[in-house]
Nanobody, 115 residues
Framework: QVQLVESGGGLVQPGGSLRLSCAAS????????MGWYRQAPGKQRELVAR???????NSADSVKGRFTISRSNAKNTVTLQMNSLKPEDTAVYYC?????????WGQGTQVTVSS
């Protein structure tokens, strides 16, 4: 089993920044794809950004130029630096790890962008 623990959510004003972190532990066999998804009320969960074992990054068009994803393979952590936050970024953000065809999820952390 794999456990994912997220931290760093909260309330921020429009234009502000937040940094989300996720630490993975348990049965991690290699360097898995890790990333972040988010789900706003009444909407489906969507990809924010993910980074593969080789360092390839996929991100949503809506966050390009504002959010940066990075990882530490040695520590099995993934970080999402979010700048220039907008009210539409408000959502529960979930850490994700993909390994051997199985998707693992963190418990989610709330990000609220409001004045």
């Amino acid at each position: 089993q794999v456990q994912l623990v997220e931290s760093g959510g909260g309330l921020v004003q429009p234009g502000g920044s937040l940094r989300l972190s996720c630490a993975a532990s348990g049965s991690i066999f290699s360097i898995p794809t890790m990333g972040w998804y988010r789900q706003a009320p009444g909407k489906q969960r969507e990809l924010v950004a993910r980074i593969s074992s080789g360092g390839t990054i996929n991100s949503a068009d809506s966050v390009k130029g504002r959010f940066t994803i990075s990882r530490s393979n040695a520590k099995n952590t993934v970080t999402l630096q979010m700048n220039s936050l907008k009210p539409e970024d408000t959502a529960v953000y979930y850490c994700n790890l993909q390994q051997l065809g199985t998707w693992y999820w963190g418990q989610g952390t709330q990000v609220t962008v409001s004045s």
